[in-house]
């Protein structure tokens, strides 16, 4: 999952990026986008990516050189889907819209 990224200029002027995602175990890693793979793979916004890449070891830390990049598929879960009528317990949102907190709270037996 990505979290952050940042495009820098080289000193040819092209860009370049370098990422921060998430793994499938919450761990972080970092990546390199040259700006070959860049202009081809751009990251598109929010959400989950496949990468493609070699890992490497500068300054003491491991990142992947993003060689290919794919936005992954996501579907919407209806359970989030509110809309705009009333939902008893919710209340008006930022934007006038109708939200409800959601919790999911494990029980204990005893």
């Given at each position: 999952m990505l979290v952050t990224y940042k495009p820098i200029k080289t000193r040819k002027g092209d860009?370049?990026?370098?990422?921060t995602f998430l793994d499938s175990h919450y761990?972080?890693?970092?990546?390199t986008h040259f700006p070959d793979c860049w202009q081809q793979y751009p990251i598109t916004g929010k959400g989950f990516y496949l990468?493609?890449?070699k890992i490497?070891?500068?300054f003491g830390s491991p990142s992947i050189e993003v060689t290919r990049l794919a936005p992954l598929p996501?579907?919407?879960?209806p359970i989030w889907e509110i809309g705009k009528k009333k939902i008893p317990g919710s209340h008006s949102g930022l934007n006038g819209e109708n939200t409800q907190l959601?919790?999911?709270?494990?029980?204990?037996d005893r």
């Amino acid at each position: 999952m990505l979290v952050t990224y940042k495009p820098i200029k080289t000193r040819k002027g092209d860009v370049m990026v370098f990422g921060t995602f998430l793994d499938s175990h919450y761990q972080y890693f970092d990546t390199t986008h040259f700006p070959d793979c860049w202009q081809q793979y751009p990251i598109t916004g929010k959400g989950f990516y496949l990468l493609e890449g070699k890992i490497v070891q500068e300054f003491g830390s491991p990142s992947i050189e993003v060689t290919r990049l794919a936005p992954l598929p996501m579907k919407t879960n209806p359970i989030w889907e509110i809309g705009k009528k009333k939902i008893p317990g919710s209340h008006s949102g930022l934007n006038g819209e109708n939200t409800q907190l959601l919790l999911n709270v494990n029980q204990v037996d005893r």
